[in-house]
């Protein structure tokens, strides 16, 4: 079992920048996938980006050059730097820790942090 709980959202305008964090309970944090998830009002939850227990990482187009993810396996958190944001990198973020497991995905969700980019 694992517990995930974000933090660093808020209110940013346009062009600044927010450093999402989110840490992990539980074991095993070494072997997991970590993603970061948002889900805009109205919108379907995206994939942001996500960084595997070898350090392969993926972004969406969208946030190419702007956003990096990382890993400190030590302290058990993932993180999103977020840079030169914009109105529309709104959304509630989500954190996500995903393992196969004797051939099935386990997947675990955080509650979600609001960011808001507005002037």
């Known amino acids: 079992q694992v517990q995930l709980v974000e933090s660093g959202g808020g209110l940013v305008r346009p062009g600044g920048s927010l450093r999402l964090s989110c840490a992990a309970s539980?074991?095993?944090?070494?072997?997991?996938?970590l993603g970061w998830y948002r889900q805009a009002p109205g919108k379907q939850r995206e994939l942001v980006a996500t960084i595997t227990s070898s350090y392969t990482i993926t972004y969406v187009n969208s946030v190419k050059g702007r956003f990096t993810i990382s890993r400190d396996n030590a302290k058990n958190t993932v993180y999103l730097q977020m840079n030169n944001l914009k109105p529309e990198d709104t959304a509630v973020y989500y954190c996500n820790a995903m393992r196969v497991i004797a051939g099935a995905k386990v997947n675990y969700w955080g509650q979600g942090t609001q960011v808001t980019v507005s002037s």
């Open positions: 539980g074991s095993g944090f070494s072997l997991y996938v």
